[in-house]
């Protein structure tokens, strides 16, 4: 047996039934929220089986999402760097312009098969927001958004989008006003009303069933993306390569290809450098902890309170990664790598001028490191999920680096 093949049954395998990948994942949880996740872990395990719910779920990605997105080839850039061809997954084409929408369908078609009328969640930059506001509209479902006052006001163009969506943003004003207070406050709302609700977590994260969840509901891009390549270029890609926030789009993309011969690469956010602060790598600084329900490898301090983030790409920017990406880590089947801000910025202008695509500054960190790795790797092919489009970022970055032209 060789070294990937001990991986072919990953997918029946993980987790258990308990939601552990190994020693990680799990729920841990505030007993008044215990039966709530208890409800969602089961009415999971029944529904995931049902033909009618594949086939809606199907339905549903074709017709509103606008499934399968293509596999395109990068001539022009793996020209530029001289090296392996460089292969995107275009999941900026998805509906909304990223992969998120991907789990918010399926957790909304979860809340309507449990005869739920809302769906109650956190948000950040109001990437998720905007998803799930999406999905309720789709599904005629109530949906409630906790969102930190400081990023509220950082975020006015998703804000507004979640209300045309018709969204209740709800703001948060205690504490330091972000996320992590988005994330308590969104908790208190979901123990009051999960008789008539259900909560919907944006990233492969947080207590059991959610990391399953997530990861089965994105392994769609991954499943797609294998058959396509194969059809496109006769054989599997030497690597595949993705960025890695909580972990939702990579877990989607690489679990298809965890029992293949194939190289996989995750990639965190450097950010500015290696001091605390500075960066959002939780497997290189981080170590084994248990945070928002679930044991995983974050960056604490030591008295395992979360250390504070940053990336340019403020999607990336989460002190943890899920607890499937914390077991593929140590068991050696997947290489976790970096990319700084300044890499992520020339390659989101890179692919902007070499192929007419606007990456997403969060997806710009996995354009990085594949360029990188294709001058390195001189032969061969690199798969490379494409997360979102940049449209979001466009201002940003112009404001800071103007028209990129040190970067081209
Ligand atoms: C949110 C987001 C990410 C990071 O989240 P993951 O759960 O790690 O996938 C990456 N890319 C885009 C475009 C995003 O919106």
């Known amino acids: 047996m060789n070294k990937y093949q001990q991986f072919s049954n990953h997918l029946k395998e993980m987790p258990d039934e308990k939601g552990y990948f190994g020693k990680y994942g799990g729920a841990y949880l505030p007993p008044e929220l215990v039966a709530a996740f208890e409800e969602i872990?089961?009415?999971?395990?029944?529904?995931?089986h049902s033909a009618q719910f594949i086939n809606e779920l199907r339905r549903i990605r074709k017709e509103f999402q606008g499934r399968p997105t293509p596999v395109y080839h990068c001539e022009r850039l793996s020209r530029l760097n001289g090296g392996a061809q460089i292969y995107l997954k275009r999941e900026d084409l998805n509906h909304t312009g990223a992969h998120k929408l991907n789990h918010c369908m399926g957790e909304g078609l979860l809340a309507k098969f449990l005869g739920k009328k809302r769906l109650i969640a956190e948000t950040g930059a109001g990437q998720h927001g905007v998803a799930l506001a999406t999905a309720a509209a789709f599904f005629g479902l109530e949906c409630e958004i906790h969102m930190g006052e400081v990023d509220i006001a950082k975020q006015a163009p998703n804000v507004a989008r979640m209300k045309v969506l018709g969204a209740k943003v709800v703001p948060v004003t205690f504490g330091l006003k972000t996320l992590k207070e988005?994330?308590?406050?969104?908790?208190?709302?979901?123990?009051?009303?999960?008789?008539?609700?259900?909560?919907?977590?944006?990233?492969?994260?947080?207590?059991h069933?959610?990391?399953?969840?997530?990861?089965?509901?994105?392994?769609?891009?991954?499943?797609?993306?294998?058959?396509?390549?194969?059809?496109?270029?006769?054989?599997?890609?030497?690597?595949?390569?993705?960025?890695?926030g909580g972990g939702s789009n990579s877990i989607g993309m690489f679990t298809p290809f965890v029992g293949d011969p194939v190289e996989i690469y995750g990639v965190e956010p450097l950010?500015?450098?290696?001091?605390?602060?500075?960066?959002a790598a939780s497997m290189r600084f981080g170590s084994e902890g248990v945070m928002h329900g679930f044991n995983s490898i974050m960056l604490q301090d030591k008295k395992g309170e979360p250390l504070p983030v940053y990336s340019i790409a403020?999607?990336?920017?989460?002190?943890?990664v899920g607890p499937?990406?914390?077991?593929?880590h140590d068991s050696g089947r997947i290489h976790y790598v970096y990319a700084t801000d300044e890499q992520a910025v020339e390659a989101f202008y890179k692919l902007s001028r070499y192929e007419g695509i606007i990456p997403a500054l969060e997806s710009s960190h996995a354009v990085a490191y594949a360029m990188q790795?294709?001058?390195?790797?001189?032969?061969?092919?690199?798969?490379?999920?494409?997360?979102?489009?940049?449209?979001?970022?466009?201002?940003?970055?112009?404001?800071?680096?103007?028209?990129?032209?040190q970067y081209l």
């Open 41 to 48: 872990a089961t009415a999971y395990q029944t529904i995931c």
């Open 182 to 207: 988005a994330v308590d406050s969104a908790f208190i709302s979901y123990a009051e009303n999960y008789k008539d609700s259900i909560y919907c977590i944006g990233s492969a994260v947080g207590p």
């Open 209 to 244: 069933p959610f990391p399953l969840m997530v990861r089965d509901f994105q392994k769609v891009i991954g499943i797609e993306a294998r058959e396509q390549f194969f059809d496109m270029v006769g054989e599997m890609p030497d690597a595949v390569c993705a960025c890695v």
């Open 271 to 279: 950010g500015r450098g290696e001091k605390v602060g500075d960066h």
């Open 314 to 320: 403020s999607g990336l920017d989460y002190p943890s």
């Open 324 to 328: 499937e990406h914390a077991y593929l």
């Open 373 to 405: 790795l294709a001058r390195e790797m001189k032969t061969g092919s690199i798969l490379v999920n494409l997360s979102g489009r940049g449209d979001k970022d466009i201002d940003y970055v112009i404001e800071r680096y103007g028209d990129g032209k």
